[in-house]
């Protein structure tokens, strides 16, 4: 396991309803996973993403995929909901990722391969990514 590696920002202004923060915060504490900063988590969730994610745990690289918690709760409403309204109260989601992953460039160049997306901000794209990624680990 790589401890050291580089790091790029990642910045996105989140919609707040979806508590994207105080979610990865519960995944930490509930999976005792203090020690992985959230910036890796988002790390995770968004290559998830990228990669195709599907609805299935097991999509999930071991040992990630055993951190479950008991499910979203029902008062979050889902990302795609809530980008729809015309007003969104928003949250900085800042992450240092690990620049390798290449993220920021992976994100535009999802974007740009998606021609529907084309308009749509880089940090709806990251509310959604982290949203379904939280929603099938349990949180």
């Known amino acids: 396991m790589q401890r050291h590696f580089d790091r790029e920002p990642l910045n996105a202004s989140v919609p707040e309803a979806l508590e994207i923060g ?49 499910g979203t709760p029902e008062e979050i409403p889902h990302a795609e909901v809530v980008l729809r309204q015309r007003f969104i109260t928003r949250e900085q989601l800042k992450a240092s990722v690990p620049e390798d992953l290449q993220l920021p460039h992976r994100l535009a160049m999802y ?14 794209i990251v509310a959604v990514a982290m949203d379904r990624w939280l929603r099938l680990m349990g949180f």
């Open 111 to 124: 974007k740009v391969s998606n021609r529907g997306l084309r308009k749509v901000p880089v940090a709806d």
């Open 22 to 70: 105080l979610r990865l915060e519960r995944l930490r504490v509930v999976s005792r996973i203090g020690r992985i900063p959230p910036a890796d988590l988002v790390a995770l969730g968004l290559d998830w993403f990228l990669r195709g994610g599907s609805n299935d745990v097991d999509d999930i690289a071991d040992p990630w995929n055993q951190y479950r918690g008991p």
